[in-house]
C-alpha cells in the first residue's frame, strides 16, 4: 500500500501492468471525489490501447442508466474481450445459446461461463497466445453501480435498503473476480478505481479476500496533484491560444492561482477548463471571472469548497442569463434543473421500477418546455453537463460529466441557496401532469384503439403517456394542490384520465399492464385524497367514485389484455 504523488502514479500503475511476474494480478486504487481517478484510468486505456495490451475497459456513472449497474459489468467485458478474438467471441455466443438465462445468475457464475470458460478452452486447444493476447481490464467508478438490476433506469442508492444492496453487489463483483480470474490463474491484470467505499474498503483491509491479492494505491490527502493540475491547464490553455490565435491570453499566475483554489480537486480545474473553453464565450473575460469566483485565503473551511462554490457560481451565472431571455413567464431555472437531474439520479417517488423513465425530451415536453428551450435551459452548464441525442428524440438523455455536482445538487449544506428540495420538485411536476392532460387537444369522445394512434406528435405522445402513468406518485410526494386538483376536476379531468388510462394499460409492454402496478397507481391517488377529503369534501368525493369505476373497469380491461396477447402469440406462431 502506497501514499502517492500524482506525477508518479501513471508510471507506477504502467509498471505494475507490464510486470506479468508481478505476484498481485489486481490493482486498486481508491481516492475521494475529485482526484482525479477517471482521468488516471483514461491515460491508462490510452496507453494500453495504444501498445495493444488492453482487453476491456469500463467507466461507470452513477448518472447513465447504460453504466451504472454491476450487472452490465461481466457481460460487457466478456463483449470487450470478444471483439478482439473471435475464437472467444465464438465461444462466448455459444455459451448463450445454450443458457440464454446466464445474464439472471450470479456474478460469478456469469464470469465462470462468459470469461473462465471460453479462455480455458481456448488455452487448452492451444487457440490463442497468452503471450501476445490483450491482457488488461480497467474498472473505473465502482462506487458509482447500483444495486437492483432491471430492464428500464435505474436511480443512485436512495436511502439505508438501496446502499446496502449497491454495496453487496459491489462486494459481489470483487469476490467473484478474486474467485474466478485470480483462483484460476487467468493471466488478466485487473485494474479498478473507486471511491473508498465500504464494498472495496472491507475487501482491502488485513483478512479481507483482496488482502496481499491487491496492490493498493491511495490517493490520500497527502498526494499532492498541484504539478499534475499545472500542466493539464498549462497544456489546454495553450490549446486555447493557438484557437484564438493569441498564446498571450493567459498568465502562469493566473494558472497558480487555479490550481491553489482547487485544494487537491483535479475535477475543479477540469471543470474550469470546460467553463473557459465554451466556443460561445471569450476565454479570456471567462478566465477573469472564474478568478473573482476564488475565496481568499482562510476561507476555506468545508472540504469542497472550492468545488462548490465554482459549481454555484457556474450555475448562478447560467441562471442569470436564462432568466434574461426566458420569454415564458419567469419558468424557474433551478426547478427545472433539478427534475432533469432527479430524472437521471432517480424519481424515487416511483415505484419500482419506474425509477426513472423519462428521455430529456420527453420530460422537458411534460414540464411544457419545447425544443428550443430545452437547449436554452442547458446552454451555459455545458462544462457541467451534457445532452447526447441518439438519433431521435427517444434516446436523448442528459448527461453529468462528474458524480460531484449530483452530490452538491443533492445536498442543502452544500447548494444552499441554489438548493430545490424532492418534494418542491414533485409539486410541479404534479402540477404539469394535471395539465398535460385537461390541456390535451385531443377529442375524448372518439379516441383511437391504441395509444400509438393517438393524432398527437410522438413527443407529445410520450409525455402524455408519463403524465397519465405518473401523475398519482407526483402528487402523493408533493405539497398540497388543492386548487389545481379543483380546477382539474372542473375541466373534466378524471373522465379524460380514465380513457387514457384505457389506453395505457392496452400499451405494449405498458407499465401498468401488471396489476400489482395497478395498484400501486390506485393507492397513491387513493392518499392524496384521504389528505385532500377534509379540505375539499366536494372534489374527494367526485375523486373517490372515479376509483370505484376504475376498479371495476380493470376486471374488463384485463380481459382485452388476455385477448391482446393471445393475438400477439398467434401472430409470432404464424411468422414461424
Not at 470469461?115 to 491482457?135: A, H, K, M
Not at 394499460?505 to 392518499?527: A, C, D, F, M, T
Amino acid at each position: 500500500m502506497k501514499n502517492t504523488r500524482r506525477v508518479e502514479v501513471t508510471d507506477e500503475i504502467m509498471g505494475w501492468i507490464q510486470n506479468r511476474d508481478a505476484p498481485q494480478p489486481l490493482l486498486c486504487m481508491t481516492g475521494a471525489a475529485g482526484a482525479g481517478k477517471s482521468a488516471l484510468q483514461q491515460t491508462i486505456a490510452e496507453r494500453c490501447k495504444k501498445s495493444g495490451i488492453l482487453s476491456a475497459a469500463l467507466f461507470c456513472s452513477s448518472t447513465d442508466p447504460t453504466r451504472n449497474t454491476v450487472a452490465f459489468i461481466v457481460p460487457t467485458i466478456a463483449y470487450q474481450i470478444g471483439l478482439k478474438h473471435h475464437g472467444f467471441r465464438n465461444s462466448v455466443s455459444a455459451a448463450v445459446k445454450h443458457d440464454p438465462n446466464i445474464f439472471s445468475l450470479s456474478l460469478q457464475s456469469q464470469m465462470d461461463v462468459l470469461i473462465v470458460r471460453p479462455f480455458e478452452s481456448l488455452r487448452r486447444t492451444q487457440g490463442l497466445d497468452t503471450n501476445t493476447f490483450p491482457y488488461v481490464i480497467l474498472i473505473d467508478g465502482l462506487d458509482e453501480c447500483v444495486g437492483k438490476y432491471c430492464t428500464t433506469l435505474q436511480p443512485t442508492p436512495a436511502d439505508a435498503d438501496d446502499r446496502r444492496q449497491a454495496e453487496d453487489r459491489q462486494a459481489e463483483l470483487l469476490a467473484a473476480i478474486r474467485h474466478c480470474i485470480v483462483g484460476n490463474n487467468l493471466p488478466f491484470r485487473i485494474f479498478i478505481a473507486s471511491r473508498p467505499e465500504w464494498a472495496i474498503r472491507t475487501a482491502l483491509k488485513p483478512g479481507g479476500y483482496l488482502w496481499q491479492v491487491a496492490y493498493h494505491i491511495e490517493l490520500s490527502d497527502k498526494y499532492d496533484a498541484s504539478g499534475d493540475m499545472r500542466r493539464y491547464l498549462q497544456r489546454r490553455f495553450e490549446d486555447i491560444g493557438l484557437q484564438i490565435g493569441d498564446p498571450q491570453w493567459f498568465s502562469k499566475d493566473a494558472i497558480d492561482t487555479l490550481v491553489q483554489a482547487a485544494s487537491g480537486q483535479f475535477v475543479y480545474v477540469a471543470i474550469v477548463y470546460k467553463y473557459i473553453s465554451e466556443r460561445r464565450s471569450s476565454p479570456a473575460e471567462r478566465l477573469k471571472i472564474v478568478l473573482t469566483w476564488i475565496p481568499h485565503e482562510g476561507q476555506v473551511v468545508r472540504p469542497f469548497e472550492a468545488l462548490d462554490r465554482l459549481y454555484a457560481s457556474i450555475l448562478s451565472s447560467a441562471k442569470k442569463a436564462y432568466e434574461a431571455v426566458d420569454t415564458h413567464h419567469g419558468r424557474n431555472f433551478l426547478l427545472l434543473i433539478k427534475a432533469h437531474h432527479m430524472n437521471i439520479a432517480g424519481f424515487h417517488v416511483l415505484p419500482e421500477p419506474m425509477y426513472c423513465l423519462f428521455p430529456a425530451d420527453v420530460l422537458s415536453a411534460l414540464l411544457g418546455l419545447e425544443t428550443s428551450a430545452q437547449d436554452i435551459l442547458f446552454s451555459d452548464l455545458r462544462s457541467l453537463v451534457t445532452l447526447e441525442k441518439k438519433g431521435n428524440f427517444r434516446g436523448s438523455k442528459l448527461r453529468l460529466y462528474h458524480k460531484s455536482f449530483s452530490d452538491f445538487l443533492n445536498q442543502e449544506s452544500r447548494a444552499m441557496e441554489l438548493f430545490v428540495s424532492e418534494p418542491d420538485v414533485c409539486t410541479h411536476l404534479a402540477k404539469c401532469c394535471l395539465q398535460h392532460i385537461i390541456e390535451c387537444p385531443l377529442d375524448f369522445d372518439s379516441l383511437p384503439g391504441r395509444w400509438e394512434e393517438l393524432p398527437l406528435p410522438e413527443k407529445h405522445m410520450y409525455s402524455l403517456k408519463e403524465a397519465t402513468e405518473d401523475m398519482p406518485f407526483f402528487l402523493r410526494n408533493a405539497y398540497s394542490l388543492d386548487d389545481e386538483i379543483a380546477e382539474f376536476t372542473r375541466h373534466d379531468g378524471w373522465t379524460k384520465l380514465q380513457k387514457l388510462l384505457s389506453l395505457a394499460v392496452l400499451y405494449p409492454k405498458g407499465w401498468l399492464r401488471r396489476g400489482s402496478n395497478w395498484e400501486h397507481w390506485i393507492q397513491s391517488l387513493r392518499h392524496s385524497v384521504d389528505d385532500l377529503a377534509a379540505r375539499k369534501p366536494e372534489v374527494a368525493a367526485i375523486i373517490i367514485k372515479f376509483l370505484e369505476k376504475l376498479e371495476r373497469d380493470r376486471e374488463e380491461l384485463d380481459t382485452q389484455i388476455k385477448a391482446l396477447s393471445s393475438d400477439i402469440e398467434a401472430s409470432s406462431s404464424d411468422s414461424d
